[in-house]
Every structure is written in C-alpha cells, then in structure tokens.
C-alpha cells in the first residue's frame, strides 16, 4: 500500500513538471461552444401527415374505413358491421377487444370520440384530415396513446357555395351527398350538408334469402359561425348519424354437401341436413348526435380558444348462429354512449 502511494505521488509530480515546461502558447485548449437556439417542448417535431379536401376527392374517401388507404401503419377494420366495434391500430397499438375506449382518439370539428362503438363517420364536406401517429396525451388528452385523427369540416363564410355529389358502386352500391352554406347576415355564415349511402354489400349469403351485410346509412350536418369582430369568433355545429345495416347471419363455413358427410362424436351418425331454419335476422343499428359550441379570442399575444361538447348515441347489433341440426342461437348487444367535454386552450 505505501508503495502504491509512493508512485502515485511521483507519477503525479512528474505530470505536472512536464505540464509547467509546456509553453502557454503552444497548450491545447478546447473551443469556445455557443448556443444559438434554444429547443422547446412543444416545438418538437412529430410524425403528422396532413390530407387536404382534394386528395380525398381524388382518392374518393368516404368514409373513416378508408383511411387505412391512404395512411402508413394505420388499420380500421369492425367486427360484423359499422355500428360495432371497431378495431383501430396505428403504429402496432391496437385497441382490444371488448375494450370501451380506443387506443386512437377520433376528433371530429373539435368533438372527441374515444369509444369504438361510434368510430365510424362518413366523410363529407371536409376541408383537411391529420392523422398523428405516437402518443399524444400531452395535445389532445387521455385516449390517445397511439395517436389521434382530426377531421375537420369546411368552415362555411361570406363565399357562396353549393356543392352535389353523386357515386354509384357494384352490388347496387350508392353514395350522394349534397351541400350549402354562405352569408346568412351581418357577420353570420351557416352551412348545411347531408350524406345517404347503401347497398347490398360484398358477402352472398347463400345458406339463406337474407342479404348478409346490406348497407344504409346517412348522416346530415349543420354549422352557424358568428364572427363579431376581427379578433372573436362563435361556432356552432351539430351532427346527426344514422345506420341502419344488415347482417349478422353466421353460417357454418362449409357447403350442404360436405356438411352432410361429417360425422358427429357420438356413434359416428351423420349430422342431417345442412338447412336454413331461422327467423331472426340480424341487424347492426345507431343513431348518434354530436354537438359542439366553441368561441375564440384572439389577442397580440395570446390565443384563447374554448369549446364545450356533447354526443349521445345508441347502438344494437344483433348475430344469430345456424349450425343446423344442432341448437341455433343469437346474441344481442346494446350499447349506449353519452360523454361531455369542455376543453380550454
């Protein structure tokens, strides 16, 4: 140990000789590091992508669903029908199933939806969509782990406009939506739009005479905007939804004939005669109302927004199970939803 220390003590003592030997002209020195800007919080950049009123003309976007098309990492699928529960994964994160609220927050003219039951909306006189990906609890508050869909309508203002759209698809498919708005006073603008959409939708049902997944929905949209001055502005919208579907027949995945040659379990008998005997047709049904009221103040600098909102809805979708001979049943399940949010930025 007094050895160790010993040349310790003269390594040192020769280190600092040579350092006094060593002119001062011809020592290293580091630079001198200037910081020139200083990075906030909430400036960082996050992954957005933004899609405007044309590219979803372009793209013939009609509905939420549809957006998976158009946005990387994004999945929207439901289980048996628009009205159910939907299944919206972005980046991996994926709601579960018979989860109450989604992973993925949906806001719709500054009206958070984070229930599943109601995902679906179709897409109609809208102005821009932005679809951010990663957790954005600290923006847009809880239920948005995974990120959020903003869709905001077109603001209605002093220009006129009048707009008609008309789309036919195969399977007697159809989708029309017509619109207006414009000046409705001093400083007053209002617009007024509806959607109706349907057809016989894409699985044949031919265990039965029933379509399997017949489509009928409509949707129709209001919005007053008051504006008293350059710096206040008042908005006001409301939103009804209406779905009316089709569907829920499970059938056995198999036709009579293969049906008919599988044997049961017990004594090896055939299992008889792969029919239709059921009276219940299946359904998948909402009706939902959004609402939002929002006012702005705008100063030299500061920007206050405050909206309050409001949806209710009611949902039921009924399934029924052949798997003639052997019992058959359905299953109902009702939902409701009522949520309010006041919101102050």
């Known amino acids: 140990m007094n050895r160790m220390r010993v040349c310790c003590g003269l390594l040192l003592a020769v280190n600092a000789v040579r350092a006094a030997d060593v002119p001062d002209s011809q020592a290293e020195t580091l630079g001198t590091i200037k ?185 129709v949209r209001g919005r007053l905007v008051w504006q008293p001055s350059e710096r206040m502005e008042f908005d006001a919208m409301l939103l009804g939804r209406h779905i009316d579907d089709d569907g829920g027949e499970i059938y056995l995945p198999v036709d009579r004939a293969s049906f008919n040659q599988v044997l049961t379990y017990l004594g090896g008998s055939p299992l008889g005669k792969f029919d239709q005997d059921i009276d219940h047709e299946g359904y998948n049904k909402l009706n939902s109302t959004l609402a939002a009221l929002s006012g702005m103040w705008k100063g030299d600098a500061l920007h206050v927004r405050a909206t309050a909102s409001w949806r209710s809805g009611d949902a039921n979708y009924s399934t029924d199970y052949d798997l003639t001979p052997q019992a058959w049943f359905y299953m109902n399940w009702p939902y409701r939803v009522t949520q309010g949010n006041l919101e102050l930025r």
């Open 35 to 219: 910081v020139t800007h200083t990075r906030r919080v909430d400036s960082a950049p996050q992954t957005v992508e933004v899609i405007d009123a044309a590219t979803i003309a372009d793209a013939n976007l009609r509905d939420t669903a549809q957006l998976q098309d158009q946005i990387a990492n994004l999945r929207i699928g439901s289980l048996g029908g628009r009205a159910s529960q939907t299944l919206v994964s972005l980046r991996g994160f994926t709601n579960p199933y018979g989860a109450p609220e989604s992973a993925v927050t949906l806001y719709l003219d500054g009206v958070p939806i984070d229930d599943f039951y109601f995902f679906d909306q179709h897409l109609f006189e809208v102005a821009r969509i932005a679809v951010y990906k990663g957790p954005q609890g600290t923006t847009f508050g809880a239920n948005s782990e995974a990120g959020v869909i903003d869709i905001v309508t077109r603001k209605p203002d002093a220009t006129t406009r009048v707009s008609a759209d008309a789309r036919v698809q195969s399977r007697s498919g159809y989708d029309v939506a017509a619109g207006a708005s414009g000046a409705l006073g001093a400083n007053v603008y209002g617009s007024l739009a509806a959607a109706k959409d349907g057809g016989d939708g894409y699985i044949d049902n031919l265990a039965g005479r029933r379509n399997y997944n017949g489509q009928d929905g409509a949707s």
